[in-house]
């Protein structure tokens, strides 16, 4: 199970943090994400972090967003900083354990407007 937090309404050059904490807590998870899902538009990957060593982003959001996991523990954050209209979705927090289960989060709305 997944539970986010941390969406918002914010204006455009603003900051949001977004968390996500997957249980049980003695999952294993190796590999963990960020999506996220425009009106009218597909889900596209935004972030991820491998254990909690290799991040990547999507170029859109490199410089601007910031993936992080503490090692060891089931949850990650995003920070994103000078948040751009184009920015606004809803954004998912996806697992994947290293014995092969995935999950998805329900989806926390992140709406960037003056």
């Known amino acids: 199970q997944l539970v986010e937090s941390g969406g918002g309404l914010v204006q455009p050059g603003g900051s949001l943090r977004l968390s996500c904490v997957a249980s049980?807590?003695?999952?294993?998870?190796?590999?963990m994400a960020w999506y996220r899902q425009a009106p009218g538009k597909g889900r596209e990957f935004v972030a991820s972090v491998v254990n909690a060593d290799f991040a990547t982003y999507v170029d859109s959001v490199k410089g601007r967003f910031t993936i992080s996991r503490i090692n060891g523990e089931n949850t990650v954050s995003l920070q994103m900083n000078s948040l751009r209209p184009e920015d606004t979705a809803i954004y998912f927090c996806y697992i994947q354990a290293t014995e092969g289960r995935t999950a998805w989060g329900q989806g926390t709305q992140v709406t960037v407007s003056s």
């Open positions: 049980p807590r003695n999952l294993d998870i190796y590999y």
